[in-house]
């Protein structure tokens, strides 16, 4: 089943979407979509329109696909909302993150700056790591998608927007999770470098609430995807 | 921290440990340890003991370190214990899969040959990962360390040792988990290809626990990650 994401969404009713810019040509140039393919069309916000590819317009980097919708399916959220702020890994191991995170179900990820973290989100990367979500998001079917923020500093991320819980995530000690939620909560957590918060990170902190990734000192990238997966199970009880 | 693995154990009393073998040549020839150094010796079965290096012979294959255990420390496991049978990922992402099991905190892990799977865990392979198994440990600290078992059919790994409850991932449909565990259970998770369970496997699973690894569609690797940690936090109800 091929998706296709529409930038902005579109009017959420059955009828005709044109998927134009990066996203159309990437699906006329390199997945060759033709006309008469069945589709799914995302707006990455919990709208699926279900449809066939009607027409397929080469151009290069103007290139368009216009899908005919003929059912409209919206989907509700499953369980907490969680917003994840983590240290950025080296390499790839950013972009496995990402591509990890969408397939969780994370809600957005933003790049935080700590004083003990290596490598930084610069505007590049942050480009690439969009991609990345919005194909993660794509080929694993969510209807609602994984957004990348801005980067934050420690003490921007732990003043949150009224209604969001901040939670900071603790390496080893103990098994993952100890947070209880309900479904309709909405929470940020906050994930480390490799070399831990520093002394006057730990002081910001002081009186947030933590949470194990889980027994053992983790990298980045799983500590994360472990956080997000015990959240997700604790917005159950 | 340096961390020493100690193939079959020891006597888990303070005194003398050798380390030889590969790894021994590696603390010497790759790690580059010295006398006087502070180390842990693990033997993968939750005893570690905190010592110091009194000397390292150097001899290419045959390098020894010889560590005085000061204090040994027996580590209990926590939660329950989780047995992973999973399909193949290709390439990389094997390795990935392997080292983001030990540092969630799996028990073993075990290739499972399905019928829509790719990749085979073949002896070399295995060797390999068995590697990354152990380096994952040490890096995480792991007391109790990820085994990695032989191969098994779906027919096999559905019939567990007495004690031992089998479950099966599912992908997508809701959030993870879905099973309530006590902190001694041992489970076996068996988690399937990207291309799902076969007719005929699905025929042979009828009346197996299912365990929904998230929301989502996910990768192998992903899959397995997301249903060890709902799992070990199934454990805290």
Known sequence: MHRLFV?????????????????????????????GEVVEVLDGCGCVGHGQVVEVSRGGRDSRVRVRVGRVEVVER???????CSAVPKGDRAGQLIDQLSQVGAATWSALTTDHGIAEGGGHKLERLTRIAREGSKQCGRAWG????GAMTVAEALVAPAGVRVLVGEA????????VLGAGDEVRILIGPEGGWSARERELMGGV????AGPHVMRIETAAVACVVALLNAGRV
Chains 1, 2 share one sequence.
């Open 7 to 35: 930038d902005g969404g579109w009017d959420r009713r059955p009828g005709e979407v044109v998927v134009g810019g990066e996203e159309g040509a990437h699906a006329v140039q390199v997945k060759r979509l033709r006309a």
């Open 78 to 84: 499953f369980g907490p909302v969680v917003h994840v």
């Open 146 to 149: 994984l957004t990348i923020g």
């Open 172 to 179: 080893g000690g103990g098994p993952a999770g100890g947070v």
């Open 209 to 212: 609430e933590m949470v194990r």
